[in-house]
């Protein structure tokens, strides 16, 4: 997100839908103090990984956290994650500014099409 304007209204519903989730928001407040990896995280939340792992692609997607794996020292890969730095402001204006650019379901539809036309 810039800091000059608010987010677009695509990525606002994206971090909003996101973070509209009891699960999620407790991945986030768990990650707020600092990073870590699946397996302990999923232990901590009380949570299995297949649906832990779930809601990180959401929050991934969202922009909210950011994922790297990483080998132990015995050589075990391990998927990490940390919060990405992120500042959403919500009033009236910006909430009016981001739904003015909202996208469409045309211009959606459509969003494929121009891709492939290059």
Known sequence: MDGAQGPGGDEL??????????????IVAALAGGRNYVSRLAR??????????MHLQRLEG???????????????????FELAPFAY???????????ATLTTRQEQ????MKENVT
Do not use: C, F, I, W
């Not at 956290?65 to 990490?80: F, T």
């Not at 539809?109 to 494929?112: L, R, T, V």
């Open 62 to 80: 969202a922009g909210l956290v950011v994922g790297s794996l990483e080998l132990s020292e015995g050589g075990k890969a391990m998927k990490y």
């Open 109 to 112: 539809e459509k969003e494929p």
């Open 44 to 53: 901590e939340l009380g949570m299995g990984r297949p649906l832990l792992h």
């Open 13 to 26: 519903l994206k971090v909003l839908a996101a973070l509209g989730n009891p699960h999620r928001m407790r």
């Open 89 to 99: 402001t919500l009033t009236p204006s910006t909430v009016a500014e981001a739904a």
